[in-house]
């Protein structure tokens, strides 16, 4: 066929994805797209259908650097679950959008979508861009009670900015979510050495000393 029009192509794609060649459906609308042929809902219908897990194909054009694209994808979803906004505000995060990234959280829990993962992946795009308090403002202010991977995050963009204040509040928290877990601290050992901090760096080192004793005594007492 020397011209192909949109109904063309959308046969031959609703034809390889009804017929389980799924790949060959999505090849199919990408050398579409390469050709500058504008896609309809109909096309979207068969694309989205042809791929195995919407969030994959959603990851998949964000790491071809179609940030574009995988917003068509999400879009188009009449029904969105925890998967697609994971794989959209990744994506968004990936490619430095983060305002888009944080709008996408706060729509995803206007729509009553319980979020997970989202809030280390939103601790940890804060952290990046330098907005702390906003991050801890964030974790204080989730629906759910924030783990040791969400302080963990913000304790790691603590030191890569050099906030030593919260630094300590934050491995307070983690300290109180883990007692038994003091690596945390090492972090903001290093946090103070690097800031040229000695005396702080051996208080702090003296402080873990401690409640390594209080551990020991404690496991002693159990037993």
């Not at 959603?58 to 925890?82: E, P």
């Not at 690097?194 to 402080?207: F, I």
């Amino acid at each position: 066929m020397e011209v192909r029009t949109l109904v063309s192509w959308n046969a031959m794609i609703a034809s390889y994805e009804q017929n389980k060649a799924g790949g060959d459906a999505i090849q199919l609308f990408r050398e579409m797209l390469i050709e500058n042929i504008d896609f309809d809902s109909i096309t979207m219908v068969s694309v989205i259908s042809a791929c195995a897990g919407l969030g994959a194909l959603i990851d998949m054009y964000s790491k071809c650097g179609s940030i574009k694209l995988a917003t068509i994808v999400f879009n188009s979803l009449h029904h969105r679950s925890v998967v697609s906004y994971t794989s959209i505000i990744a994506a968004y995060a990936s490619h430095g959008l983060g305002k888009e990234a944080i709008m996408l959280f706060s729509k995803m829990r206007e729509e009553g979508i319980r979020p997970n993962s989202h809030c280390t992946s939103m601790v940890d795009l804060l952290g990046r861009d330098g907005k702390l308090l906003e991050a801890y403002e964030f974790i204080e202010n989730m629906p759910i009670e924030p783990d040791a991977d969400v302080w963990g995050a913000l304790l790691s963009a603590c030191r890569i900015h050099g906030n030593i204040e919260l630094a300590q509040r934050v491995a307070h928290r983690l300290y109180r979510l883990n007692p038994r877990n003091v690596s945390f601290y090492v972090i903001v050992i290093n946090i103070y050495a690097e800031a040229g901090r000695w005396e702080d760096v051996t208080r702090m080192r003296k402080l873990l000393d401690e409640m390594e004793v209080i551990r020991i005594c404690g496991q002693s007492l159990v037993r």
